[in-house]
């Protein structure tokens, strides 16, 4: 299997930027989510692992090798795409062993091979179709099965599953990670649905604005952001944001104090905290607002208070109710508090 | 109520009908019109009062592949026009997908002259060509009616191909790349089976304009050696015995039928071709 770097790797159209200077090792048989809004190179970082698009700067190294002058169709990998790409004029079975018959597999071999595919994606009774005659998850699992079907070194995914309908989403991620563990096949994914990043990646790439954010596990991404950018793009709701000034160990701004925070630091800052880790009441309560929104959804109450001119986001209790325009407390968790410098957005440990 | 509604729903359906049948007789008219005088005698064509039942006479049909060599005619515009269409399909295709799928200098520019040899009237080459080709020793052989009409037909054909092709998702070739497919075989086993309806309309319309062409082949086919109907039945006239008019309307329909037939087969495709490849590209 396959160890991929990438060193360097810069991607520019004329004066515009798409990718700057990425520098990320992957580890073989790792499952890497990029993770990151549309348009923050995410897509094209990928496509230069797969050879479709060539690196301005920098190198792409699988196993020890340079690929950057090698072409997609010697690369060992596999790609599964958003839009499916089935070709339409054949059929399932003949998509499948499209790889099989370009890479020269032995007639003999490739029948089997192909069953074997269309085993592990559940698609054994719909071989004979054309991709037309098939329902999207279907079709997501005909691409997926003419990926797995040469067992390449690499995997690439993009965006696979943002064509399907919720509910075929979460059960093909359940599918897709199983087939990963399965096959023991290093896996570059990229998504914009931090659910997906979540779930699937044994370590999550943040992106924006062309370049990495924050390399970490989930749990690692979601804990301990490195920047505002990440604090606000991860989690649903994301963390709330406050900017505030910052005096020994005090940190204020309207309708909020939290004392007992690190006392070397001052100045202007940004705290950081989650709507999951607040407390509403409380007897020392560090915030102070009006209630502007209740949102009861059965497993818990999503309270929107208005402090300040700002919205801050609480999960509550599911049995949480309350009168609009209300005065409100709520006190937080101070283990789980983050606070960021108020220019760069930076982590401030 | 519901009775009146559908009593208007049935009346304007007639009036549909009759519409397009009144349409439908209005455009084939000339055609019937050629039916009925090819299949009289000739001596109920020129009459002073109308005849609205002719004798049925197949006089004119015997006459014209007896006296002339209308099969040859007939061979030679099917020789020509297929050949044609095959020479402009070998080199549009491959131009085509270059124009639709690689970035390089100059290729909107190229694209663009490509399409402009259409945009002179062919009598302005006309004389160059006569002699290009009697230099070449092309002149009265079919083979030199097959490049003229490929020559002419190129620009389109290649047009229609390309804004087809540029229709086709670049997902699909990236997906055959990574497959391990090269970009021949991408044209082959991809490209091509997701674009044959444009395929097969450009094939059309360029037989349809290769059928119909006239100043070029009366230019170079200079005996009926390589005569085709089209030049065949302008040259028509009947010879020593006068104008036959009931053989030059033969002539015109066996002119007609098979583009007729070509392109009652393939409607489909041609109304799909004509607005998607043609129109949108």
Redesign the interface.
Do not use: H, K
């Given at each position: 299997m396959a160890r991929i770097e990438l060193s360097g790797i810069q991607k520019r159209w004329g004066k515009v930027v798409g990718v700057r200077d990425v520098d990320i090792e992957i580890a073989d048989e790792e499952f890497v989510v990029f993770l990151g809004p549309s348009g923050c190179g995410k897509t094209t970082t990928m496509?230069m692992i797969?050879?479709?698009e060539e690196p301005t700067e920098g190198e792409v190294i699988m196993d020890g090798e340079v690929m950057n002058d090698i072409?997609?169709?010697?690369?060992d990998?596999?790609?599964v795409?958003?839009?499916y790409?089935l070709?339409?004029?054949m059929t399932i079975y003949e998509n499948i062993r499209?790889?099989l018959r370009?890479?020269e597999v032995p007639k003999g071999e490739q029948d089997a091979l192909v069953r074997r595919a269309a085993e592990m994606t559940e698609l054994t009774d719909y071989l004979d179709r054309k991709p037309s005659a098939l329902s999207g998850g279907q079709r997501q699992r005909a691409a997926l099965a003419?990926a797995i079907v040469r067992q390449p070194q690499v995997f690439?995914m993009d965006e696979p599953l943002s064509n399907l309908d919720a509910k075929l989403r979460q059960a093909m991620r359940v599918q897709i990670k199983h087939i990963q563990r399965q096959l023991k096949v290093t896996t570059v994914y990229v998504t914009h649905d931090q659910i997906e990043a979540m779930t699937l990646a044994d370590r999550i790439v943040i992106m924006e604005g062309g370049a990495i954010q924050q390399i970490g596990t989930p749990d690692d991404i979601y804990n301990d952001p490195a920047n505002t950018f990440v604090a606000g793009f991860i989690g649903s709701p994301p963390m709330n944001l406050v900017e505030g000034a910052m005096d020994a160990g005090t940190f204020t701004a309207q309708g909020i104090e939290v004392t007992g925070l690190p006392a070397a630091l001052s100045g202007n800052v940004v705290l950081g905290f989650r709507p999951e880790d607040c407390t509403v009441g409380g007897n020392t309560p560090h915030l102070t607002g009006s209630v502007f929104g209740v949102e009861p959804t059965g497993d818990l109450t999503y309270l929107t208070i208005k402090v300040g001119g700002q919205q801050i986001e609480v999960k509550a209790d599911r049995a949480f109710r309350a009168e609009l325009d209300t005065e409100i407390t709520v006190t937080f968790d101070p283990a789980r508090i983050c606070l960021f410098d108020a220019k760069s957005g930076e982590r401030l440990r | 109520m519901a009775s009146q509604r559908r009593k208007s729903r049935s009346e304007s359906l007639t009036l549909r009908y009759a519409i397009l049948g009144g349409w439908a007789l209005f455009c084939l008219m000339p055609v019937l019109w050629f039916l009925s005088i090819g299949f009289r005698p000739r001596t109920e064509i020129i009459t002073a009062q109308p005849i609205y039942w002719p004798t049925f006479s197949l006089d004119a049909f015997w006459m014209i592949f007896e006296d002339w060599p209308m099969w040859k005619y007939l061979r030679n515009s099917v020789l020509a026009i297929i050949g044609s269409v095959l020479i402009d399909l070998v080199l549009a295709i491959p131009a085509a997908y270059s124009l639709s799928r690689y970035t390089y200098r100059g290729r909107d520019d190229i694209g663009f002259y490509i399409l402009s040899t259409r945009m002179m009237a062919p009598a302005i080459v006309a004389i160059p060509i006569f002699f290009l080709f009697r230099n070449a020793g092309l002149l009265d052989s079919v083979w030199a009616l097959m490049l003229i009409y490929a020559a002419i037909n190129l620009s389109f054909v290649t047009w229609i191909i390309r804004s087809y092709m540029m229709d086709i998702p670049k997902e699909l070739e990236d997906a055959a790349k990574t497959d391990g497919a090269g970009d021949l075989r991408i044209l082959w086993e991809i490209i091509i089976p997701a674009i044959l309806p444009g395929i097969i309309t450009a094939s059309v319309i360029a037989m349809i304009f290769a059928i119909n062409e006239f100043l070029f082949t009366l230019l170079i086919a200079s005996t009926p050696n390589a005569y085709t109907m089209s030049v065949a039945l302008a040259n028509f006239t009947g010879g020593s015995d006068g104008l036959i008019y009931n053989a030059i309307a033969l002539v015109a329909f066996l002119a007609f039928v098979p583009v007729f037939i070509v392109v009652v087969a393939i409607q489909k495709h041609l109304s799909r071709g004509l607005t998607m490849g043609a129109v949108k590209g």
């Open positions: 496509r797969a050879g479709l072409d997609a169709r010697d690369r990998v596999a790609m795409f958003q839009g790409a070709y339409p004029n499209f790889p370009m890479r003419r690439l | -």
